[in-house]
């Protein structure tokens, strides 16, 4: 019986990749596939951790791979109603802005919302018309030393 148990859930010849598994669930999971008898490349973002993960499962069915690092952004500021590129108040584009989205796409979004919404949307502007802050003023920037 637990032959044909085995058999029927055999994993041999088959190739497992675990997402996370360079511990907790991930490595528990890894772990039994392997016993299963799959191959098992083990995944994760630290590289240390993903060794100690494939030397704790069967070293000789699994292999590792790690992620590349998360893309480092840009700090978002303050949303803020942007004094330049506007054309009613500023709320599309400081969203835009904020969110490091196209500035048409937010236009015609917030427009598809004021009039299949019956309004609503047209409310929701006004509201953040109302309580997102202007952008400050700011002078041009320029380069070099000043001329006399």
Known sequence: MRDTIQRLFSLDDTVALVTGSSGGIGLALARGLAEAGARVVVNGR???KVAAAVAST???RSSATTAAPYPNYPAA???VRPRYPRMIAGVCA????HYHWDISLVRV????LAIC??????L???AAWIIIPEAPYT???TTGSPTV
């Open 124 to 126: 929701a502007y006004l």
């Open 77 to 79: 500021g303050r949303l």
């Open 58 to 60: 069967s070293p000789e």
């Open 46 to 48: 630290d590289s240390g």
């Open 117 to 122: 919404t019956s309004g609503i949307g047209g």
């Open 109 to 112: 979004i917030a427009v598809l």
């Open 94 to 97: 400081g969203f835009a802005e």
């Open 139 to 141: 002078l041009p920037h």
